[in-house]
């Protein structure tokens, strides 16, 4: 089971941030945020992850609290290809070998 | 050049038949996975193998047999398909065995009839 919790659905207007929340409150030490999107009938995207710090990259921006039970990752200025399903997830570290567990992430909408 | 691949994009089959999907990284990386994403639009790991070892075998009918000739390749191999196997596979990559940062291939749709 994912141990991540996201809003079902967000919208965003292009050009504007597009700021998308993600619990994980049972987090451990060791384990990393990383966040995923999906854009319709294409494989998922790996975009971001952090530990503790907040990351930025080419694509967005990382947001971790200091306690590590949340999360937001930040698209700095949404475009309507941004549209799509974005997912966060806590790596599980131990043996898990690099094993993704998916939930139902957030569906971003971003409308002219 | 696609960093990860796979073929067919595109598979309609009938019931009891054995099929087989292919993939390819050119991305020199030590692991590959099989996803699958099912009509609810979950997607669960299958298996994953690290040059061409199986490491993770996630709850999956014999039916599936993933082979790796080689650290490039990962095929998934499925016997006497069933109703329930319709679904999206995707393959992918990442450098080593416990990285998350993973590269996903464009997925094949299987269609069971």
């Known amino acids: 089971d994912a141990k991540t919790t996201q809003p079902t659905s967000m919208d965003c207007a292009e050009g504007r941030a597009a700021n998308l929340p993600c619990n994980h409150s049972t987090i451990s030490g060791n384990e990393y945020v990383y966040w995923y999107r999906q854009i319709h009938s294409q494989g998922p995207q790996y975009i971001i992850h952090g530990l503790k710090n907040n990351e930025t990259n080419e694509m967005a921006s990382l947001i971790i609290t200091e306690d590590r039970k949340s999360s937001t990752l930040i698209l700095p200025h949404a475009t309507l290809r941004d549209t799509a399903v974005y997912y966060c997830?806590?790596?599980?570290?131990?043996?898990?070998?690099?094993?993704?567990?998916f939930g139902q992430g957030t569906i971003l909408t971003v409308h002219p | 050049d696609t960093a990860v691949s796979q073929t067919p994009k595109y598979l309609v089959t009938q019931m009891g038949n054995d099929k087989s999907i292919k993939c390819e990284q050119n991305l020199g990386h030590d692991t590959m996975y099989w996803y699958k994403q099912d009509s609810k639009k979950f997607l669960k790991i299958m298996f994953s193998y690290n040059n061409k070892e199986l490491i993770i075998n996630e709850t999956v009918p014999n039916r599936f047999s993933p082979k790796s000739p080689d650290k490039a390749h990962l095929n998934l191999h499925i016997n006497s398909l069933e109703l329930g196997d319709s679904a999206v596979y995707f393959c992918?990559?990442?450098?080593?065995?416990?990285?998350?940062?993973?590269?996903f291939g464009p997925g094949t749709r299987l269609t069971v009839t």
């Open positions: 997830i806590v790596s599980e570290g131990g043996t898990s070998y690099g094993k993704l567990t």
């Open positions: 992918a990559s990442s450098q080593y065995l416990e990285t998350y940062e993973q590269y």
